[in-house]
């Protein structure tokens, strides 16, 4: 205890790190007071305020926005669609591919296409959710008016959570759009478990006290997951400068198992969302689009369950051969004297660490498959539909990679002013301090 409490202290005393704690807390109280903001023109006492299938988990990553009609209804999930248009595009069009590689102007004019983006995404989401998820008795206008003026307010929000996202990351700490969708998860998890157990009464005690043990081995196995590594050696040669020796030292590239990290699960369910929101505009006139919105309706449906693991395989694949770039590697492991053992240096380091890449991917977006559809299997056993979700899936992933990132910058913070770390050993696994850095 003692240990922690000079933890803390150490954290506090660091002048930059506390500013970007306390404005990270800033920026996520905003966010979590605008979730409770209705719209104009819509009486709270006539919602329902409980989302069921699909649009329950969207519910809880929005953290209720969505069930309560705020003006955050959509939060950055607009956002997130726009910049899964712009990854693919970067990957399959030239045009964007060389924006890409003009540096910080061209990153600049991708972030900009991709605000543009977000801005049409949200119109078509919010016509689509003032149409298929607001109860016409709640509404107190007349229906194109408030179509009309909510499909802008609900572009203004989620506009503004973009902004809020962006200065966490610049000014605070951790990603802000992960940290977004994560506060949000977190304020649900209190009133799920004790939902659960009021559900369960005396008579149940024995089987909550199971869903919590099996809670915390399912939270440790995807702590696992996120923190998995393959290190590949590198051997530096010896150079002599200025009449000194230096290199000759052994250190190792560590190849994550998961390094897309939570992108791939935020990507995909992002894209879940879209069939049955967009089902709900022609449900009435069309028994395919009903049929699809029931089916992408329902998390414990097969088709729903086989297409969300299929995108997050793809997803992971993808955004792991966006960031990591085993060419790049092997030019500035040969710059700087570096070799695999037993590897030549150039084309044939990039083929090895490619392939080894290809090999620990798979593996694991098979298992980021297997956790994110895991509520499923839960819920069928007799797990609440709200508990449910926290047992594995979008919610828990993101929390545990969020955290997980968050506590590794407070390490670093911590570490380059040579305090303890948070941990006995004085460093988080897989934080920035243990990386080697090839460049």
Known sequence: MNRFFSTIKNIFSIEELRDRILNTIGFLIIFRLGSFVVLPGVDPSKLSGDAQGIFGLLDTILGGAFSNASIFALGIMPYISASIVIQLLTVAVPYFQKMQKEGESGRKKITQITRVLTIAITFVQGVSYVAGTIPSEAIM????????????????????????????????????????????????????????????????????ILEIVALFFVVMVTVMLVQATRRIPVQYAKQVVGGRVYGGQRQYIPLKVNASGVMPIIFAQSLMFLPALLANLWADDSDTAAYIGNVFSDFQSWQYNLTFALLIIVFTFLYTAITINPSQIADDMKRNGGFVPGIKPGKETSDFIDNILTKITLPGSIYLALIAILPAFVARAGVGTQFSQFFGGTSLIIMVGVILDTLQQIESYLLMRHYEGMMKSGKVKGSSSQRTAVA
């Open 141 to 208: 206008m007349s229906q194109t008016f408030f179509t009309f003026t909510s499909v802008i307010v609900l572009t203004a929000g989620t506009i503004f959570c973009m902004w809020l996202g962006e200065k966490i990351t610049d000014k605070g700490i951790g990603n802000g759009i992960s940290m977004l969708i994560m506060i949000g998860i977190i304020s649900r998890f209190p009133g799920s478990i004790v939902a659960e157990a009021i559900s369960l009464g005396m008579s149940g005690l024995l089987f909550f």
